[in-house]
Protein backbone atom coordinates (compact mmCIF):
# COMPACT_ATOMS: atom_id res chain seq x y z
CA UNK A 1 0.00 0.00 0.00
CA UNK A 2 0.88 3.66 -0.05
CA UNK A 3 1.44 5.80 3.08
CA UNK A 4 1.66 9.93 2.75
CA UNK A 5 3.11 11.51 5.24
CA UNK A 6 2.80 15.50 5.89
CA UNK A 7 4.85 17.60 8.10
CA UNK A 8 5.68 21.54 8.20
CA UNK A 9 2.87 23.16 9.68
CA UNK A 10 2.78 25.34 12.48
CA UNK A 11 1.61 28.56 13.79
CA UNK A 12 2.26 31.73 11.60
CA UNK A 13 1.86 35.44 11.67
CA UNK A 14 0.37 36.78 8.83
CA UNK A 15 2.48 37.65 5.88
CA UNK A 16 4.68 34.86 6.76
CA UNK A 17 5.70 31.40 4.66
CA UNK A 18 5.64 28.19 5.71
CA UNK A 19 6.76 25.15 3.34
CA UNK A 20 4.63 21.51 3.65
CA UNK A 21 6.24 18.53 2.70
CA UNK A 22 4.41 15.24 1.90
CA UNK A 23 6.76 12.13 1.70
CA UNK A 24 5.27 9.11 -0.32
CA UNK A 25 6.04 5.17 0.31
CA UNK A 26 5.05 2.06 0.24
CA UNK A 27 5.00 -0.25 -2.97
CA UNK A 28 5.08 2.59 -5.26
CA UNK A 29 5.03 1.73 -9.32
CA UNK A 30 3.71 5.64 -9.58
CA UNK A 31 2.36 9.06 -8.85
CA UNK A 32 -0.08 10.26 -11.33
CA UNK A 33 -1.08 13.31 -9.72
CA UNK A 34 -0.32 14.68 -6.18
CA UNK A 35 -1.80 17.34 -4.43
CA UNK A 36 -2.42 19.43 -1.84
CA UNK A 37 -6.24 20.06 0.08
CA UNK A 38 -7.47 22.02 3.18
CA UNK A 39 -10.57 21.79 5.48
CA UNK A 40 -11.77 24.10 8.48
CA UNK A 41 -14.06 23.13 10.43
CA UNK A 42 -17.75 22.79 8.86
CA UNK A 43 -16.86 23.73 5.13
CA UNK A 44 -15.55 21.12 2.70
CA UNK A 45 -12.42 19.77 1.74
CA UNK A 46 -11.06 21.77 -0.87
CA UNK A 47 -8.22 21.38 -3.70
CA UNK A 48 -5.63 24.11 -2.83
CA UNK A 49 -2.98 22.98 -5.42
CA UNK A 50 -1.96 19.67 -7.59
CA UNK A 51 1.16 18.35 -9.79
CA UNK A 52 0.78 15.89 -12.62
CA UNK A 53 3.73 13.44 -12.81
CA UNK A 54 4.66 15.47 -16.13
CA UNK A 55 5.16 18.64 -13.72
CA UNK A 56 1.47 19.88 -15.44
CA UNK A 57 -0.12 22.50 -12.32
CA UNK A 58 -2.87 23.62 -10.97
CA UNK A 59 -3.89 26.48 -8.40
CA UNK A 60 -6.96 27.10 -6.35
CA UNK A 61 -7.69 30.98 -7.41
CA UNK A 62 -7.23 31.91 -3.88
CA UNK A 63 -3.78 31.07 -3.54
CA UNK A 64 -2.57 32.35 -6.70
CA UNK A 65 0.57 33.72 -6.89
CA UNK A 66 1.60 33.16 -3.47
CA UNK A 67 1.51 29.44 -3.06
CA UNK A 68 3.84 27.01 -5.20
CA UNK A 69 3.89 23.42 -5.68
CA UNK A 70 6.52 21.06 -6.64
CA UNK A 71 7.75 17.43 -6.07
CA UNK A 72 10.76 15.68 -5.98
CA UNK A 73 9.85 12.10 -7.57
CA UNK A 74 13.60 10.69 -7.33
CA UNK A 75 11.85 11.01 -3.49
CA UNK A 76 8.75 10.71 -4.04
CA UNK A 77 8.11 13.80 -1.78
CA UNK A 78 5.41 16.39 -2.40
CA UNK A 79 5.96 20.15 -1.42
CA UNK A 80 4.04 23.35 -0.87
CA UNK A 81 5.67 26.95 -0.21
CA UNK A 82 2.96 29.01 0.81
CA UNK A 83 3.97 32.99 1.27
CA UNK A 84 1.72 35.49 1.95
CA UNK A 85 -0.01 33.70 4.25
CA UNK A 86 -3.63 35.46 5.13
CA UNK A 87 -5.69 34.08 8.51
CA UNK A 88 -8.36 32.50 5.25
CA UNK A 89 -5.03 30.17 4.73
CA UNK A 90 -5.85 28.80 8.47
CA UNK A 91 -6.84 24.85 7.97
CA UNK A 92 -5.95 21.21 7.97
CA UNK A 93 -3.59 20.71 5.06
CA UNK A 94 -3.79 17.27 3.68
CA UNK A 95 -1.98 15.45 0.91
CA UNK A 96 -3.82 13.02 -1.90
CA UNK A 97 -1.90 11.04 -4.10
CA UNK A 98 -3.24 9.17 -7.24
CA UNK A 99 -1.24 6.58 -9.14
CA UNK A 100 -0.81 2.96 -9.33
CA UNK A 101 0.68 0.54 -6.57
CA UNK A 102 2.38 -3.16 -7.47
CA UNK A 103 0.70 -6.03 -5.45
CA UNK A 104 1.78 -9.13 -7.63
CA UNK A 105 0.00 -6.78 -10.06
CA UNK A 106 -0.82 -3.17 -10.71
CA UNK A 107 -3.33 -2.09 -8.49
CA UNK A 108 -4.50 1.85 -8.71
CA UNK A 109 -4.68 3.76 -5.47
CA UNK A 110 -6.10 7.01 -4.21
CA UNK A 111 -4.52 7.81 -0.91
CA UNK A 112 -5.06 10.44 1.78
CA UNK A 113 -2.03 11.38 4.30
CA UNK A 114 -3.50 12.23 7.94
CA UNK A 115 -3.25 15.93 7.76
CA UNK A 116 -1.33 18.95 9.20
CA UNK A 117 -2.62 22.55 11.05
CA UNK A 118 -1.40 25.59 9.79
CA UNK A 119 -2.43 28.71 11.74
CA UNK A 120 -2.30 32.14 10.33
CA UNK A 121 -2.66 34.40 13.31
CA UNK A 122 -1.19 37.55 15.05
Known amino acids: QVQLV ?3 GGLVQPGGSLRL ?3 ASGNIFSIDTIGWYRQVPGKERELVADITSGGSTNYADSVK ?4 I ?6 NTL ?3 MNSLK ?9 RALGTV ?9 RWGQGTQVTVSS
Open 6 to 8: ESG
Open 21 to 23: SCA
Open 65 to 68: GRFT
Open 70 to 75: SRDNAK
Open 79 to 81: YLQ
Open 87 to 95: PEDTAVYYC
Open 102 to 110: ILGTKIKYD
